[in-house]
Every structure is written in C-alpha cells, then in structure tokens.
C-alpha cells in the first residue's frame, strides 16, 4: 500500500513558505530500492506528525515529529520509535531521538540543497544477533557491541550518491554456545581488547589500526587486521591474524565439520596454537597463507577417558599446499610423529603424501573401537607407515611391531578378557591385513594368532583379511590357546587347548577346530535322591 499526505499552507509570492500537513503511514519496503530492501527485508510504517515547513524554498526550515511503527528488520521485530525534526543551521534539519526500546540514539542532519545527510548512531550492548539471527543459526553465536557508527551520504558533481560509514566500538563481544565435560552451558568469550575503529568506503570495509582480541583463556590474545570487499558480486577478505589462539576456539568452529566427518565430536579441549596467517581472497573459501604451531595441545572426545596430546608440531599452508612438520600426538605417555604434505591444486585431485613413525599406544584402539575395547595399556612400534596418493583413496603402508619389554594388553568389552600380544607383526595396506608370529596370552593362557597358510608372503606374513577400500571382504584368522582356565565356584573347574579357525566373508562367518579338556574336575554336591 501507500501512505496518506494531507498538506495545506501557503506559498508566499517572496518565495516564503507556511506549510503544515501529516504523512500517515507510508510502508518502509517502499522507500529502500528493491535489491537493498531484498538484504534488510525491512518491514513496517513511517509517519510525519505535526509538520510545519517554514523559511524560503531555498532555504526551508522543517519541524514536526518522525514516527515509525512496527519495524522488522531482517525478521527480527524492533519496535517503534519518535524523533523530532527541528530547523538548523544553513537551512538544515535536525532530527533526534531513541530508537527501538532505547537501544538506539540518533542524532541526524539533513540538508536539501545540494543534498546530504550525516547520521551518528550510538549503542550500548546492541545485540547484534538480533538484526543477523542466521549467525546465530549456522555457528551458535551471539554477539554484542558498544560504541557509535557514523553514516554520511552526498551528492557528487555528477550527481552520484556517495556514501561512507565509520563504526567505532569499545566492547565488541562474542560468545560461543559450549558445555563443560558434564554438559553444562560452558560459553566461550572472545572480545576486543583495543577500540575497533573501522570505515566503509565504496564498498570496502577496512580497520583503520590492527585490533586485539582476548580468546576464552584471557591469557591467549590474537590480533587481525585487513578489510573486505564487498563491492563486487564476490566478497573479496584481505586479512591477517597473528597471535595465540585457544584450541577450544578452534574446535568450536570446526567442530561440526570434525563430527560430519567422523561421527564423533570433541567433549574436551586444552592448550593453543601460535597463529601467523593470510587469508585472502573470495568468500566464503579464501586462501590462507602462513603457519599454525600447536603448543600444549590436548583433546578428549566423547564419552572417552583417554586424552590425546599433540605438545608439538607445525602446520604450513602456502596457495596450494599445506606442510605437516613433526607433529607429535602422545597417547598414555607414547609418542608419534608424523610428517608430510597435503596439496591441493585448483584443476587437480587433492593429493597427500605422509610418513608416521613411533610408539603407537595401545590406548588409541579405547578412542578408535570404544564398541569393542573397554580399556588397554603398553605399546606397539610403528615401522614404515605412509600414506600416498589421491586424498580419497590413498595408498596406506604400514607395518607394526609387538615386542615383549613394551606390553600391548587389551581389555575387550562384553566378554571380559584380557588379550596381551608379547611378540609378532601385522601388516597392512589398502588391499589386506597380514599377520605374522603374533604371539601372547589371554588370561594368562598361551595364545598365537595366524593368517591363512595359503596365502603367505616370502617374509613370512600370512593374509588375515582381504579388503576393498578398507572394508573386509574376506577374514581367515586362526588362534590357538593353551591351558586356558575355565572356572565356576564350587562347581567345575578346567584347562582347555584349542585351535579354532574363523573364516568367511563378513555377512556369513564360520567357526571350526578343535577343543581339548587337558584336565577337569566337576566339584558340585548332589544330593540323594528321596523316597
């Protein structure tokens, strides 16, 4: 619809001018050009109360009150406001007032010939969630700001709108939706340590000094300048942080993309990174060029007891490829270290190429199989390990050694048994899984384990499964136990040997082999039968 002007008055022959009318409720969407009020979505009425246009045509002088009603911007409800419009200076007109429940104070002037328009917004904890709810929506955040913004429009000879913006804030605040360990609300704070001053011109913002920033351990500070573009169809970022930044900053923000990936996510996180990055070019993927070091890193995933360090390591990102340069993930006190690139090229598959080496934990198999292992404790030795070729579906080689001075006890879930691996290797790659002269105990009984002896290598390694893209398709394995103790209280007690194959494909496996009772006794009391 469209407003109602009632206006009556006279225009004197001097050019002097007595006017006095009402504007009812002209629709907001109506005023703002369609691809502007296609951003804001602003919804709502404005309304001239009380208007008296005085002084000459050149020079008028305008007073009255500005009412707007029910204003939405961007599906969020502000409310109403009043300013008063009075004469000033140089046939302008000033207008003041608050805005939307106090949140907003305006001081304004416009003058007609030639035209300008100089706003001054000033805020205190303006939430800015409210105007952009969809921030709140994709990464959980809220956010509010204190401070002021400046908005001057003119005209230039040519007769085109210029316009330019200034935001100065004291308190620019985000926090974080997060839970502690136990699931309570545990936000994460980062804020502004130095007032942020910041201009928009011809489509660029650009911060006029570099800012810092305190992430959630206050300890940890950061600091970014550069600008962004966004007077193009692509918005264009130019911006450098340098600093330490929090992990639990980090994994917030790549959380969800972690547990997409995995199925899992992150219950826990400690320590920071030195940040020292360039991120340049169109939103929202620009490149980055620079460093990240992990210093006292640490996670804990959910529903886990075990903790994995990473006190170490540095990760190097330039154009096309990122650079793994020792990192060092501990695990129960066991170390290993991995080294290697990533790269991909606009035109090409991403490709890596990486080597690990070291003492593998045998905790990590509580993080990786929780379903299967209840707990594990000792070590194994990681020998030529590497991964090469396409990003998704690389070749992996690998080699892991057992050695009887390291212990490699694991607790399986559900039937309660402890299996120790003493000596013995397993190989693996993207075809299949060899073992060979794996040998240990399960509880405290005499246990080897083996491949198929029809398929065996010049070394030595005999195949236990077959696979195709790390899924099984074929499993032989064989175990052998001796003097494996049964026992029921006060009823039977026994030492078993077996040799027992599992073989098949994995929707259709078969058990065979034999057990031996070496010795037995059946102990429980019967009694007589009665008459």
């Not at 007073?63 to 961007?74: A, C, K, P, Q, S």
């Not at 509880?443 to 236990?464: I, M, N, Q």
């Not at 039977?492 to 494909?505: K, M, Q, S, Y």
């Not at 065979?512 to 007589?528: F, H, K, L, N």
Request: aromatic share 4%; hydrophobic share 40%; charged share 25%.
């Amino acid at each position: 619809g469209s407003g109602a002007l009632e206006l009556g008055g006279k225009i004197g022959h001097d050019g002097r001018l007595d006017l006095r009318g009402d504007l009812r409720r002209l629709p907001l969407d109506s005023i703002l050009r369609p691809e502007l009020n296609e951003r804001l979505r602003l919804t709502g009425a404005a309304s001239l109360e009380g208007i008296h246009v005085g002084g000459t045509k050149d020079r008028p002088e305008v007073d009255g009150l500005l009412v707007l009603e029910d204003v939405t911007v961007r599906r969020t409800y502000l409310g109403g406001a009043r300013l008063k419009l009075e004469p000033w200076p140089n046939g302008s007109i000033h207008l003041a007032g608050k805005l939307f429940q106090g949140k907003l104070a305006v001081d304004a002037t416009l003058a007609l010939a030639p035209f300008s328009l100089d706003v001054r917004v000033d805020f205190r904890k303006l939430e800015l969630d409210e105007l952009f709810p969809e921030m709140t929506e994709a990464i959980g955040a809220h956010c509010w700001v204190t401070g002021y913004a400046i908005v001057r429009l003119d005209l230039n000879p040519k007769g085109d709108l210029r316009t330019q913006t200034e935001l100065h804030a004291t308190e620019l605040v985000f926090q974080l939706d997060g839970e502690d360990p136990r699931g309570r609300p545990n936000p994460l704070i980062v804020e502004n340590l130095d007032r942020l001053d910041l201009v928009v011109t011809d489509g660029i913002v650009r911060l006029l000094h570099p800012v810092r920033f305190s992430g959630p351990d206050a300890t940890d500070q950061f600091q970014i300048e550069g600008q962004l573009d966004v007077s193009g169809p692509d918005k264009i970022l130019d911006v450098i942080v340098t600093g330490q930044v929090q992990l639990s900053l980090l994994a917030f923000l790549a959380g969800r993309r972690f547990e997409d990936a995995t199925g899992r996510s992150i219950e826990e996180t400690r320590g920071s990174t030195r940040m020292d990055a360039h991120f340049r070019g169109a939103m929202p993927r620009p490149t980055m060029n620079g460093t990240l070091t992990l210093q006292g890193a640490a996670l804990r995933l959910r529903g886990q007891e075990t903790e994995v360090l990473a006190p170490s390591g540095r990760i190097s990102v330039k154009a096309d490829r990122a650079v793994l340069t020792a990192l060092v993930l501990e695990v129960d006190g066991h170390r290993i270290t991995a080294n290697g690139a990533i790269s991909f090229p606009a035109r090409e598959p991403a490709s890596i190429e990486a080597r690990v080496a070291g003492n593998l934990a045998a905790k990590l198999l509580e993080v990786a199989l929780p379903e299967l292992v209840s707990g594990a404790t000792g070590s194994a030795v990681l020998e030529e390990f590497t991964v090469r070729g396409p990003l998704s579906g690389p070749v992996v080689q690998g080699r892991v050694a057992f050695e009887q001075s390291r212990g490699f006890d694991v607790f399986l879930r559900g039937i309660r048994k402890e299996v120790v691996v003493t000596t013995g290797s397993v190989r693996m790659g993207n075809e299949g899984i060899a073992m060979r002269g794996i040998k240990g105990t399960l509880d405290e009984a005499g246990l080897r384990l083996s491949g198929d002896p029809d398929a065996c290598s010049t070394d030595g390694f005999c195949r236990v499964a077959l696979l195709d893209n790390w899924t099984p398709t074929r499993f032989y394995l064989r175990a052998d136990v001796a003097g494996y103790a049964i026992q029921v209280p006060g009823i039977l007690t026994a030492d078993l040997n077996a040799g027992l194959v599992i073989e098949g494909n994995p929707s259709a496996l078969s058990l065979a082999g034999e057990v031996d009772i070496v010795d037995g006794r059946y102990t429980q009391y019967v009694s007589p039968a009665k008459d």
